[in-house]
């Protein structure tokens, strides 16, 4: 059971370009989410959806987009690369929204903008 | 907004004890989580308890909520090498939105 899949594992970028980090899950969840972690700032929430075709905002969307085209998969786009971005990301699913169902999260995608 | 607070870092020796504290802010939560953070890893769930507990303990884990003050502890009894990870309290906004809050995560550091 591959669990929550993400690709790639590391990228570098330089400033202005764009990426899609991508993201699968093979456990059927309707809930999947898309973190940025920093050093010492925890995990802070950029978007997410809670089933195909919704997606919604978090605390720090600016410079990202989604899309939620299928259940599976929830890819995270980003336009224009700055470094502010460097960062590492993590994408998480859950099988339903609620305080009984915590979140499986994928290895992570570490993004490096110079 | 919610917020959630944790020391940074953690220094215990091999077999000692090592407790890693939390703050948060919801006081409805329901539920309080620990995930562990293995390097190059993502988050892992490793206990979690119900609000209307006082402890929890699993095996060399134990969890410890005060409501009152609305202060979360994780204890790991006989800390081993390979406890060093990250570790992050969290909580979920139950403000309709049930997203996850977590915390800054404490890197805990075992010393052989």
């Known amino acids: 059971n591959a669990g929550v899949t993400q690709t790639p594992k590391f990228r570098i970028l330089k400033i202005g370009q764009s990426m899609t980090l991508q993201c699968a899950q093979d456990?059927?969840?309707?809930?999947m989410y898309w973190y940025r972690q920093d050093p010492g700032m925890g995990l802070k929430l950029i978007y997410y959806?809670?089933?195909?075709?919704?997606?919604d905002k978090g605390e720090v969307p600016n410079g990202y987009n989604v899309s939620r085209s299928t259940t599976e998969d929830f890819p995270l786009r980003l336009e224009l690369a700055a470094p502010s971005q460097t960062s590492v990301y993590f994408c998480?699913?859950?099988?339903?929204?609620?305080?009984?169902?915590?979140?499986?999260f994928g290895n992570g995608t570490r993004l490096t903008v110079t | 907004g919610e917020d959630v607070e944790q020391s940074l870092f953690l220094s215990v020796r091999e077999g000692d004890s090592s407790v890693i504290n939390c703050t948060y802010t919801?006081?409805?939560?329901?539920?309080l989580y620990w995930y562990k953070q293995e390097p190059g890893a993502g988050l892992q769930l490793l206990t979690y308890i119900f609000s209307n507990m006082d402890m929890k303990q699993d095996q060399r884990l134990t969890v410890l909520l005060n409501k009152k003050d609305k202060h979360l502890s994780l204890r790991i009894a006989d800390t081993q090498t390979g406890d060093s990870a990250i570790y992050f309290c969290a909580e979920i906004e139950t403000s309709g939105t049930y997203k996850y809050i977590f915390g800054t995560g404490t890197r805990l550091k075992v010393l052989a």
């Open positions: 919801d006081s409805s939560s329901t539920y």
């Open positions: 998480a699913s859950s099988p339903r929204q609620g305080e009984e169902s915590p979140l499986h």
């Open positions: 456990m059927n969840h309707n809930y």
């Open positions: 959806s809670v089933g195909a075709g919704i997606t």
